[in-house]
């Protein structure tokens, strides 16, 4: 238990004089694509039962069910013009345990960015298109150890993107690529569980000579502690900490701690269960970097009145800090929202359906509820 512990910290503390990540687009990457860590607050690297199949830590399907199905679907609708109408994603996977202790996961997921009107240069309307993001994954988790395991996974990624360009739709613009993901999970105690993560090694995408993505390489460690029952009722809480290691990024000058502290992605959550059929989840989210969670802090104004295309006050007045600036610094900005995620949760023999809901991350408005439903064969 004490190595583990010193473990973290010195982990921690790497991380900490790591390079400076960048800002980076919403990419397959960067998905959580399962309901129950969403409702954990994007929290699930030290997750016992892989609920997105590998997805965030590929060691966790060491300790998979014999078989595990699932499908999850988000609806996320925006409510600002700068946004396609209609974007949703999907997300479908299966698991299988080989053996004790060796694990295998197929995971698929469709991005669907909403449909554009498609016009060229003179102006003439060609129709409409739809962006979209597919990655398929493929994952394995092996227990090397009584208290350890490792696992990988590969993802093949293809982008179909476009972009406002002086009031018109550039593209669409196709990209192919690749990536790989490591992790592992170390069981400290028996109520007590580690994780740490490797994710988005790959080459960047290339739409075309001049448009490029650089893949979020990320190092994470999270974990999940999970208490002993007392009658009917089960609690878990786990939290994630996660930096960017892109390559190209350098470290910055003149930054004092707030500013590293809000280099990291961080958040909380808890989960209470009851007889192991209704579970109720509730995570604060904290990623200031890429514009998500954390305090928002600032002023709404209308949009203005060219809709479309144009991009309205609002998105300017607005900005995300952590909680720790929030609390310490004064005259930060009016307080609008925080990054709160909630979920619910039922599951009886075997079947599940869970909710995970974070809207409150982002800076707009969005319907953003993420259903999910499983089927476990121990």
Known sequence: MKKAIVLALL????????????????????????AWSIG???????????????????ASLAQSQKLRVTWAHAFNVPDEPRYYWGTASDFIGASYLLKPGLGIGFSLYYFNLGEYEIVNERGEYLGRGRALDLAPTVAIGYQALPKLSVGGSATFIYSNQVYYDWCMIRGPYDAFGFKVDGGLQYRAADWLNLGFALQSLGPNL??????????????????????AAIGPFEILLVSDIARDLTADSLPKTGHGFLDCWEEFSKGIGLELSFARIVKVRLGYSEDILNEQGGIIVGERYPLNEQGGIMVGEEQYSLRHISL????????????QSWGLCWGVGLEFKGFALDFGVDENI?????????????????
């Open 11 to 34: 982990l921690s503390a790497v991380l900490s004089h790591a390079y400076w990540p960048r800002s980076f687009k919403a990419l397959p990457p960067r998905v959580i694509p399962d």
């Open 40 to 58: 954990l607050g994007h929290n699930g690297l030290a997750l016992t039962d892989p609920a997105g199949i590998g997805y965030l830590n590929p």
């Open 206 to 227: 290339q739409y075309s000579d001049s448009l490029t993505d650089t893949l979020p390489l990320t190092f994470g460690f999270g974990w999940e502690i999970k208490p």
């Open 324 to 335: 720790l600036r929030f609390l310490t610094e004064k005259d930060v900005g009016k307080f």
């Open 362 to 378: 982002y800076d707009y408005s969005s319907e953003n509820l993420r259903l999910q439903f499983s089927c476990k064969l121990r």
